[in-house]
């Protein structure tokens, strides 16, 4: 993260599962490692308007923050010898998404005409995660010459929770809606890296799948009469598309590194797949069959400078920049959110042992629209507030290594698997 994310073309801790499986083949020395994530998300909406039925509406301005901590990864790695060559064997857990999400709105809808202004409140919770659970080997071809893969079994619920209301006089209406979602999948990660004394190209390829996609949903809304409205818990297929890594890393000194990375991930492809006419082909993001969803390309780039201490431990300072757009564009705008990340990071490690932080602050200005009217919600109504949405993140990673001597995991291993 120091490194703003780049680390395709360098890959030489447990992590290179999730960026590069080849890199694994860098690692000499059994160890365990541990990283996980502080993350305080603020999205605010300023100077929205709505026009509807002839009547322009100002909306007043509001603000989401929350904070969480997540673990992200956990692993165990095992460097073994095979002839002179390096083939080494991980068994990792890493937490993909993180998606507990909550927030509060009460927002005031005012007819800039004279009229009575109407009470929105809005609450969205969200709880659960998308984890990945991992077996992977890399192997030292040459010299030259790594090359790795990872088998990944994807487990994932989450439950959603929303409440909206809208309070005009005397009368009040309100759409409660919940949803329950688990996936399962699996695909593989496959990865090279190149290496020169001063430097490397990484390259890999995370392989697109069909993954079951099960939910259930209800509605409970006055707005049309009392009503409760539930679908049952129904097995649906989406594909996950694939996604391709380039990564270069120079040293133009023994301390000192210059690396960049591109990826493409092909988010258009992330579809439902199933035999629902209604839903079969739409969009996982917007619920279009339209090609609005686009396809995005992230850069990242990084460097990085060694301390050597008297005492024998090395501490490193870095210095990450990169441009992620997502897989979100605003119907009503056009605008995608692009997120914009600069960041810091440093640790140590002396012995067997390494601790390591870094910080990053990314952030995304766009027009944007947002849906605050209960009939809007039911509706499907074309008509949204428009205005500026701002998105502030400020994320710190902790991550702990320990590595074990090699020499006697490796007489036990011969002991269990061979013998005396």
Known sequence: MGLGGAFIAVADDA???SFNPAGLAQLLKPEVSFVGRGL?????????ETTSKGRQLAVSDSLNSQTRFDPLFLSGTIPIRIKGHSLVLQLAAQRQFALAEASARDLTESDTNGGAPALLKQRIDQSGQIDVYSFSMAYEVSARILVGASYNQWRGRWDLNSNSSKTLGTATTFVNYGQTNTLDGQNFNLGLIWRWPTWSFGLVRRTPFHADYAFG????TNATGATFKGSPHANYGLHWPASTGFGYAWRPRERWLVTADLQHTLWSDARYMTPVAA???LSFFDLDRANRTPNVTSFHMGTEYLLLTKGGSVVPLRFG???EPQPVVDRVTG????????????????GNTTLDIAYRYGWDRRDASQFLDVDQLLRASTVRSRGRERLDLHRLDISFIYQFERQPLERWLRYLFIGD
């Open 279 to 281: 839903l079969n082909n």
């Open 321 to 323: 920049l990169s441009r």
């Open 335 to 350: 605008d995608q959110r692009v997120i914009l990340n600069l960041a810091v990071g440093t640790g140590i490690k002396r």
């Open 15 to 17: 992590t290179a599962v």
């Open 217 to 220: 949903s209800t509605v409970d």
């Open 40 to 48: 305080s998300k603020r999205l605010s909406f300023q100077d929205f």
